[in-house]
C-alpha cells in the first residue's frame, strides 16, 4: 500500500512539474494573440455603414 501512495505522489508531483515547465520550452513560440476587433473598428461594419448613410442621403435628394 505504501508502494502504490508513493507511485501516485510521484506521479503527481511529475505532472505538476510538467505542467508548470512545458510553456518555458526553448524555440518554441506561441502565436501572438489577437485583440478582439471593437465594432467601430471593424472594416467591413465601418463600410456597412458608409453604404446605410449614402443610402439615406440619396434618399433625401
Not at 10 to 21: E, Q
Not at 25 to 40: F, H, L, Y
Request: charged share 30%; glycine share 4%; net charge positive.
Amino acid at each position: 500500500m505504501l508502494a502504490l501512495l508513493a507511485a501516485v505522489g510521484a506521479l503527481v508531483v511529475a505532472l505538476l512539474l510538467w505542467r508548470s515547465f512545458a510553456g518555458q520550452r526553448i524555440g518554441v513560440t506561441s502565436p501572438p494573440r489577437r485583440a478582439p476587433i471593437a465594432p467601430d473598428d471593424d472594416p467591413d461594419f465601418l463600410r456597412q455603414l458608409s453604404e446605410q448613410q449614402r443610402k439615406r442621403r440619396d434618399e433625401d435628394l
